[in-house]
Each structure stands twice: as structure tokens, then as C-alpha cells.
């Protein structure tokens, strides 16, 4: 039995684990919250809480999902915007949650209109017992331009903000940033400089993900309309990590701690939010599609990928992908891997040819005899394409060459991919 | 010849078959499979560590709940068990779950987890009798709470019918091994070669030990009186022993009568054929309507090419080797003539010099306690049904009444 110690501290405030909830419906109210703790999640960020003056108004159906082949859910789409329930019970949520749950972290996510509103709702939830604040500058559907992305995209709002979420509250808060944006560095940069202690990434990337052929209009429909909002899910995940690691690699910005957020379900996940420099993690989509179960294997699994590491605290695996993260004008364009085939696995489809041929260099030759292909190394520039999508993993990084005219290396201390096959 | 016979009959998953599969798993709430497995082996959560990439962890569940866990996953009438109620029958076919329970113990021998923990010895003595599935659950499970346990073997070898009795192409003697190596290295005795109530009194045991079980099994074959003392007659357990014990390498001759239509014929008409028998004919007293081998095991000796009569029971055998046969309900002979005569009816208990009595081969008490003793009883010899994830079942109940025995008299 694997037991590693998997608690680690965020914004000077200890986790018994680093999986939370992240601010939307799966952190709702009281009973969702406890059961989450209960189910092994180390903290909760509670549904992002607004100013009693803006009344939430939603729709319905709220939700619509993406889908590939079999795959039910590659990505999700929600129209929702902030907490449907009344700030008072939000408000007396969060202290039975505090009181109930000492050893748990309890974070809120706050959001404003004006410097008022986000000095009086940062009070109020540090009276409510909250050991952290999470402030939402990143809902993209917000019926409110003063509210949400539009925030989060304007680094001198970040700023203001922030400010005024210090004056009032002595506890650590981040600040929630949209990637609806070219450079996420500015907004979080500003926000820092505010007086925010840490930066949470992602919120959802705007978004249409499908029309409905028949009416002519996107999903989900509401009384014949749609409207652009925000994407998630596991297909957001490779946007999620571009943004962390550039603000990782901030001279700015690395110091700052970052809690990751976008598409996580597996421990894997997990871990590579981790080796790009989160010390926390947050989840919403995977929840809404699984349940709160799915902590479980996020937490086993990684306790075994810490055994396998050889680490004993959380906190060693932090960031250690950054550095191998550079601008590709850097990276090594000396050599050519080629395709190795293993004919035993092969079962003839054929598929590596086709996408030889129409998605690359017409190199994957096939032998209509024996139904088997040949990679011409004349042709080939070692794309790899073909075993990518070869189903049965026949196909992988073989042998190493030097282009021509280029200066002598040892081709075989480099560090390659073993396999590009995906399950 | 006998490769056929030693090679595993159903291949296993590969990585992205077996994900495959458990991508087909919708993930039940209450989910059936899990509260259907006899042993509680907890398909769903394994099926869900693996879905969610973590197969360790599915490994950890598999083994801390059934420590025969990757013998289940070959033996298990799944039909029957986890796979019955199973979600997804409402769309398609149930989910393979034995031979996602085999990937994950394949997983888990390959990578050379240890996953089994031990407590600290608690200062108590117990001895098991018989070291098939129930004797080696319970010795097991004892085993990790700190009990200093010791297991007599009446066999050269433990496993009783894992070892001796299922086929080698359906349950490998090196899975045998490996899961037996597991449970000694928790620190379990195997006395081998010793039979209780001949060579050891089970009376000294009772002295010498805190709690002494029986798991004997049902490790006889019967016979019928028609064919007593017939030289070409031989029982179906004492031929698959003979068989497995040799790897395959026995003689077969040409046209063999078995006897007999439950797992256990199945298995050896199936191994007659795999080791090259060219004329194998089955004689069943049910009609197929009422069949008793697991539908699997049916169709797998039908597809080798076994002839099998339904519905007749023998009446008479005479010299060389002649059996007749009437039909149960219609008017109708039968006259089979054979080179070898296999009676697979049935299997019987053994408790002499064990102090206890059998009814319909259950020992007549209840619970799994011999009243007024420090007696327990496990397995084929126990109430509940006779497979080996039953074993497993009776074992950790056992397993769990003999801690509560010996905890409460201190
Ligand atoms: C051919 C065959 C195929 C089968 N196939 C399947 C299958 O596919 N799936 C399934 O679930 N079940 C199957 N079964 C049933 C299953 O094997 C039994 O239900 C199970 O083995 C019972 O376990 P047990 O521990 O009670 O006894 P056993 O496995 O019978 O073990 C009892 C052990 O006790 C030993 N012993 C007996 N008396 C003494 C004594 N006096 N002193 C010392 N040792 C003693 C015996 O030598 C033996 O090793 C099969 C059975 C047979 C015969
Ligand atoms: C239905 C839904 C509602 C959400 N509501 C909020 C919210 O109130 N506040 C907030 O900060 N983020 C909200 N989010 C964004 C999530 O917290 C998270 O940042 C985003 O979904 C990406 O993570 P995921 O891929 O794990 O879902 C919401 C997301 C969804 C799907
Ligand atoms: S894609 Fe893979 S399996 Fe198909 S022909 Fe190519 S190597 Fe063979
Ligand atoms: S132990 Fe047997 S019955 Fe239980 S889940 Fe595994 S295969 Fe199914
Ligand atoms: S019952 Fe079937 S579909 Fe449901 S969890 Fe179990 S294996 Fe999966």
C-alpha cells in the first residue's frame, strides 16, 4: 500500500491535499461542500458570491457538450453565471463549513462592480471564517461589462481591484485570471502588484461549441438564441498549461504561487499542472461529469507517481517541467528520428500511409502483398504523424541521424520521447 | 502434443484494450458488479481507478480486498457473479470485468508491487487444514492482523483444486505459485505432505493452537457402485490432477466416454481435446435446458469438437469397456463403447479423524463455527456455494469470526 504525504502549503496556508474544488455549481452550498471534504478533496473554493445589488437571472438549459466519436465530453460549455443563492446564506454556508471542517481549507471567490463592492464582500467573508479569497476576474458571460473577463483582461481594473480587496482583508487571496487573452503576464503582473498573494489559472475560454443544423443557432438554445461563453474541460487543459508556464517563467511572476486550473480528471493531470509550477489544483468539469469520487485516483495516483519519483514531499515536484519549456528558436533542430515499425504488432490498416501521405511527406510506402508499410527514409522527415495514429503503438521513435552539414553530436545521450502512441 | 493444454485458452487485454473496455463501464452509482462479487472485490472502484489512469491503485483494490485476486479474474463464473447485474447489459453486453481484474493482477506482478501488509504479531496461533482458496483466504487475512499462522497440506503440493483440479490452459500452476508465494511471504507456514487426522491428530491442533480451521473442500471424486472396481474407469478429479501435476504430458487414448455435465466434465473433456483425443463424447443426465456448466465453459467445449448427449443415464457396464445408457424421459437406448471411462458426477468431502459430521456435504452447523469448540470451518465444506470466489467469501467471514472469537475471550 502506497502512503505519501501529499499536503502542501499555497499562500502560506497548509492543504492536507492539493485538490479543490474550483468556484463554480459543484461547490454550491453547504451539503455539496461537505460532502466534497468528506470524498477526500484537501479544500473548496465556494461558488464565486456577488454584490447584493446584482440579481442573477439564469437560463435554461445551461450546459452543452463537445463531443468526438465515442467521447461523450471532451468539452463542456456553461452559460452560468454567479452564485444563484443569497449572500447571506452563502454567507452563514461558509461559517458551518469553517466551523465543521477546521482541517479543511475553505476559500472564497468573490466578485465586484466597483471598488466598493469588492472591499465589502472581502470583509464579509473573512468575518465568515473563509481562510482564503479567490477573486473572479474571469467570467466570460456575465450580463454585467463591469463584472467578470472584461476585468480580468483590463490589468489597471486587476490592479484597483486588488488594492481594494486588501485594504479590507488581512487573509491571502489570488486573483482568478480569464485566458481570454493574448498574454495572461499583464493582468496577473497588475494584480500582484495590487497586493494579491497568488494567481489562479484558468477560468473559461469564450466560446460557441456547436449549432444546431436545423435551427440555425448554437447550443444550448434558449427560447432560439445561444450566446458566445465559456469552454472547459479536458480539451482546455494544453490552453491552461501554455498560460501557467509562461507566467511560471515571469521574471515577475515566478515567485508567485499559481493554482492550476483547466481539465483536470487524472492524477496525471494533476501532475503536470504541478511540474509546470501549481502548488494547487482546482476542478469543476471532471466533477459535474464523475462526481466528487474522482479524487480518489487523483490522490492514489499521485501518492504512487511521488513512490516511483522517489519524493517525499509534494513540494519536490513543483515546477520541475519549467525549465525544459523554451522558445523553439532554441530547441535542437540537428537531427531526424525515424519511424521504427514493429511488424508484430502491425495489423495492416494501412492508416499510417494514409496520413503519410495526405498529412505529411508520402514517405509510409505499403506493400499491397503483405498489407505492410515501409518508411522511405529518403522522404521522411520525421514528423512521427504515423505513430500517432497507428492504433496499435507499432510505430516509434527508431533510429536517430544527423541532418547533413551539421556538426558531430552523440545522438544517442539525447533525451526522446520512448513512444508516441496514445491510448 | 499438450501446448494446447498448457497455453492460457482467453488472451489477455492490452494497455489500450483494456481502456477500451473500461471506457464501456458507465461508472454506476450503488453499482451492481460491486455489490455482486462474492469476495467484495469492488469491480467498480477498480474499474474506475484504471478508467482514471491510476492502474496501481486498482491493483491495491484488487488485492487488499481478495488475495486470490488474480485466480479469480481467471476462474470466476462471472456470468454468474459481478458480471450479472452489470449496467451496461442495458445497452449492449456486460462489461469483461475477469479480464479487467486479470490485466490489473498482471499489472501488478509485472511491476512487482507488494501491496499486502502485515501487523504486528498479536501473540496468537492458529492452524488451517486444507490450503485450497478458503484455507489460503483465511490464512491470509489472519495472517495480516498478526496471527502466527500455520496451514497442514495433506497434498506434495498447496492449492487444493487451483493446483489440482482446474486445467492448466484456464488457470496456469505459475499463477498458483505466484499468489501462494504472496501469502507465504506474509508469513504463513505450509506444512505440505501432512493429513490431519492421520498424520497429525486434530486434537494436538486444538491444544497447540488459539483456533483451528477446517478447509478440506470437497476433495473426492465419487463413484458410481456400477462402475466400482472397472479398470478402465477413472475418476474426473483423480484425472485432472494426474493431467495438471504433468503438465499435459499423459497418455490419451482414442475415444474416451466422460460422464457427467457440470464445469468439472467440461473441463476435462475440454483438456482431452486440447491434448489431441481425437473421439471425446460426453454422456449428461440433464438436458441441456437444465445444464449446470457455466455457459462459457459449454460453448468452449463444443467449439473443440466434443460430442455431447444429453438428457441419458447409465444403466449397466459390461466387460471391455461397454456402457449403456437409457434416456431419461423419452424411450431411448444408448451403447457406448471406450478406451477410457471419465466420471465427472460429483465431488465428496473427506472429514474423517476431524471431528465433525456432514449433511449433503456441508458440516451440520451453523454459522461457521463448530458450537462449543475453537473449531471454524471455510469452504466447499461450508454453507454458500462451491466455486473459488466463494472460497475466497467464506475465508474472510471465517477470517473475521475467528478475531472476534479470540478477541472477545481475552
Ligand atoms: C475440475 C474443477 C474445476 C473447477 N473450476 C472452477 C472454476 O472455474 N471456478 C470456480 O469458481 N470454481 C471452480 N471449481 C470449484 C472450486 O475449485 C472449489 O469450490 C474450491 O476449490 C473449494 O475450495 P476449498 O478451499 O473449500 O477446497 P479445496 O480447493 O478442495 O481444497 C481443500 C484442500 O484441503 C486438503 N485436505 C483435505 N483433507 C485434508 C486433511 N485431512 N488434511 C490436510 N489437508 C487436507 C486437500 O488436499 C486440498 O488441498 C472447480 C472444481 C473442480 C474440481
Ligand atoms: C458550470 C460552470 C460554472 C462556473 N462558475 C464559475 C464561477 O462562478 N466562478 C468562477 O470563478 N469560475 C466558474 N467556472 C469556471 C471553473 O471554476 C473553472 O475555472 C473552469 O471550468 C475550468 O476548469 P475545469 O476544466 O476543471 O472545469 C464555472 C465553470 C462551469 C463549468
Ligand atoms: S498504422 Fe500501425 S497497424 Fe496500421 S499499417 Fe501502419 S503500422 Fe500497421
Ligand atoms: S472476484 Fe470474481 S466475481 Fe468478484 S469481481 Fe472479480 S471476477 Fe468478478
Ligand atoms: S455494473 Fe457494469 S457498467 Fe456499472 S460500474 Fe459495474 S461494470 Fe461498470
Known amino acids: 500500500m502506497v502512503r505519501k504525504d501529499l499536503s502542501i502549503t499555497f499562500m502560506g496556508v497548509k492543504f492536507p491535499n492539493p485538490f479543490c474544488l474550483s468556484s463554480s455549481p459543484v461547490g454550491n452550498c453547504y451539503d455539496m461542500c461537505a460532502k466534497a471534504y468528506r470524498s477526500g478533496w484537501g479544500g473548496v473554493v465556494f461558488k464565486t458570491i456577488g454584490p447584493k445589488h446584482y440579481l442573477i437571472d439564469e437560463v435554461s438549459p445551461r450546459f452543452d457538450a463537445l463531443t468526438k466519436e465515442a467521447e461523450p465530453f471532451v468539452g463542456f460549455k456553461n452559460m452560468e453565471q454567479i452564485a444563484e443563492h443569497s449572500l447571506e446564506e452563502n454567507l452563514a454556508d461558509l461559517r458551518r463549513l469553517k466551523k465543521e471542517f477546521p482541517n479543511n481549507v475553505l476559500i472564497a471567490s468573490i466578485m465586484g462592480s466597483n471598488e466598493?463592492?469588492?472591499?465589502?464582500?472581502?470583509?464579509?467573508?473573512?468575518?465568515?471564517?473563509?481562510?482564503?479569497?479567490?477573486?473572479?476576474?474571469?467570467?466570460?458571460?456575465?450580463?454585467?461589462?463591469?463584472?467578470?473577463?472584461?476585468?480580468?483582461?483590463?490589468?489597471?481594473?486587476?490592479?484597483?481591484?486588488?488594492?481594494?480587496?486588501?485594504?479590507?482583508?488581512?487573509?491571502?487571496?489570488?486573483?482568478?485570471?480569464?485566458?481570454?487573452i493574448t498574454d495572461m503576464c499583464d493582468p496577473a503582473i497588475a494584480s500582484i502588484e495590487g497586493g494579491a498573494d497568488g494567481i489562479a489559472a484558468i477560468n473559461t475560454i469564450k466560446s460557441i461549441i456547436n449549432v444546431d443544423l436545423d435551427k440555425k443557432v448554437g447550443l444550448p438554445i434558449i427560447n432560439g438564441k445561444s450566446s458566445i461563453s465559456g469552454y472547459s474541460g479536458k480539451a482546455v487543459k494544453p490552453v491552461a498549461l501554455r498560460f501557467i508556464q509562461q507566467m511560471k517563467t515571469n521574471p515577475k511572476l515566478k515567485n508567485v504561487d499559481i493554482s492550476g486550473i483547466g481539465g483536470i480528471e487524472t492524477w496525471e493531470d494533476a501532475a503536470e499542472f504541478i511540474l509546470l509550477g501549481c502548488k494547487n489544483l482546482q476542478v469543476t468539469t471532471g466533477i459535474m461529469q464523475y462526481g466528487y469520487r474522482i479524487v480518489e485516483d487523483m490522490k492514489n495516483g499521485l501518492e504512487h507517481y511521488m513512490e516511483e519519483q522517489g519524493v517525499d514531499h509534494l513540494e519536490d515536484l513543483v515546477g520541475?517541467?519549467?525549465?525544459?519549456?523554451?522558445?523553439?528558436?532554441?530547441?535542437?533542430?540537428?537531427?531526424?528520428?525515424?519511424?521504427?515499425?514493429?511488424?508484430?504488432?502491425?495489423?495492416?490498416?494501412?492508416?499510417?500511409?494514409?496520413?503519410?501521405?495526405?498529412?505529411?511527406?508520402?514517405?509510409?510506402?505499403?506493400?499491397?502483398?503483405?498489407?505492410?508499410?515501409?518508411?522511405?527514409?529518403?522522404?521522411?522527415?520525421?514528423?512521427?504523424?504515423?505513430?500517432?495514429?497507428?492504433?496499435?503503438?507499432?510505430?516509434?521513435?527508431?533510429?536517430?541521424?544527423?541532418?547533413?552539414?551539421?556538426?558531430?553530436?552523440?545522438?544517442?545521450?539525447?533525451?526522446?520521447?520512448?513512444?508516441?502512441?496514445?491510448? | 502434443m499438450s501446448k494446447k493444454y498448457q497455453e492460457e485458452y482467453e488472451v489477455g487485454f492490452t494497455p489500450r484494450l483494456v481502456m477500451e473496455e473500461a471506457s464501456r463501464c458507465l461508472l454506476c452509482l450503488d453499482a451492481p458488479c460491486s455489490t455482486s462479487c462474492p469476495a467484495g472485490t469492488d469491480p467498480a472502484k477498480f474499474i474506475r481507478s484504471l478508467r482514471f489512469k491510476n492502474v496501481k491503485g486498482a491493483a491495491e483494490t484488487v488485492r487488499i480486498n481478495n488475495v486470490l485476486g488474480a485466480i479469480c479474474a481467471r476462474v470466476c463464473p462471472t456470468e454468474r457473479y459481478c458480471q450479472e447485474g452489470c449496467s451496461r447489459s442495458g445497452i449492449d453486453k456486460p462489461i469483461d470485468i475477469g479480464r479487467i481484474q486479470r490485466y490489473i493482477t498482471d499489472f501488478e506482478d509485472a511491476t512487482k508491487m507488494e501491496i499486502l501488509e502485515v501487523k504486528e504479531p498479536n501473540g496468537k496461533k492458529v492452524a488451517v487444514i486444507g490450503s485450497g482458496p478458503s484455507g489460503l483466504t483465511v490464512a491470509a487475512e489472519l495472517a495480516k492482523e498478526g496471527f502466527k499462522v500455520t496451514i497442514y497440506e495433506k497434498e506434495a503440493k498447496a492449492g487444493g483444486y487451483l493446483r489440482y483440479g482446474i486445467p492448466e490452459y484456464r488457470l496456469p500452476n505459475e499463477i498458483v505459485d505466484k499468489e501462494i508465494k504472496r501469502i507465504v511471504e506474509l508469513g504463513v507456514d505450509i506444512v505440505l505432505n501432512t493429513k490431519v487426522g492421520e498424520d497429525v491428530k486434530i486434537e494436538e491442533l486444538r491444544k497447540e493452537n488459539d483456533a483451528v480451521i477446517l478447509a478440506v473442500g470437497a476433495s473426492e471424486g465419487k463413484m458410481l457402485p456400477m462402475f466400482e472396481n472397472n479398470r478402465k474407469v477413472i475418476k474426473a478429479v483423480d484425472w485432472l490432477k494426474k493431467t495438471k501435476a504433468r503438465k499435459g504430458n499423459v497418455k490419451v487414448p482414442n475415444n474416451v466416454l466422460v460422464i457427467g455435465g457440470g464445469d468439472v466434465a467440461m473441463d476435462v473433456v475440454t483438456s482431452l481435446k486440447l491434448l489431441g483425443c481425437p473421439h471425446v463424447t460426453d454422456v449428461v443426465y440433464e438436458q441441456f435446458s437444465e445444464f449446470r456448466a457455466s455457459k462459457k465453459e459449454l460453448t468452449g467445449a463444443q467449439a473443440e469438437g466434443v460430442t455431447i448427449i444429453d438428457g441419458y443415464v447409465p444403466t449397466a457396464v459390461a466387460r471391455g469397456g461397454i456402457v449403456k445408457f437409457k434416456h431419461r424421459v423419452i424411450p431411448a437406448e444408448l451403447k457406448i463403447k471406450a478406451d477410457l471411462i471419465i466420471l465427472a458426477v460429483g465431488q465428496v468431502s473427506n472429514v474423517n479423524g476431524l471431528g465433525v459430521t456432514l449433511e449433503k456435504g456441508e458440516v451440520n452447523q451453523k454459522g461457521c463455527r463448530v458450537e462449543g469448540t475453537n473449531v471454524f470451518f471455510a469452504g466447499d465444506i461450508g454453507h454458500g456455494e462451491k466455486t473459488v470466489v466463494y472460497g475466497v467469501r467464506s475465508g474472510k467471514e471465517v477470517a473475521f469470526e475467528v478475531k472476534r472469537f479470540l478477541g472477545g475471550k481475552k
Open chain 1, 116 to 180: 466598493k463592492d469588492w472591499e465589502e464582500l472581502a470583509r464579509l467573508v473573512t468575518e465568515a471564517g473563509a481562510d482564503m479569497i479567490e477573486l473572479n476576474f474571469s467570467c466570460p458571460q456575465m450580463t454585467s461589462h463591469a463584472m467578470g473577463s472584461d476585468v480580468g483582461s483590463n490589468p489597471e481594473l486587476c490592479r484597483k481591484y486588488c488594492a481594494a480587496v486588501r485594504r479590507s482583508t488581512k487573509l491571502p487571496f489570488m486573483a482568478k485570471m480569464t485566458p481570454n
Open chain 1, 320 to 423: 520541475l517541467a519549467n525549465k525544459n519549456i523554451i522558445p523553439a528558436e532554441e530547441l535542437d533542430r540537428d537531427y531526424i528520428v525515424y519511424p521504427e515499425i514493429n511488424s508484430d504488432k502491425c495489423v495492416g490498416c494501412g492508416r499510417c500511409v494514409i496520413s503519410c501521405y495526405d498529412g505529411a511527406h508520402q514517405a509510409m510506402e505499403w506493400n499491397k502483398e503483405t498489407r505492410r508499410p515501409n518508411c522511405n527514409h529518403d522522404k521522411c522527415v520525421g514528423c512521427l504523424l504515423c505513430g500517432l495514429v497507428c492504433p496499435v503503438g507499432a510505430i516509434k521513435p527508431g533510429e536517430r541521424v544527423l541532418k547533413p552539414g551539421r556538426k558531430e553530436k552523440n545522438l544517442k545521450k539525447m533525451v526522446l520521447q520512448e513512444t508516441v502512441e496514445k491510448l
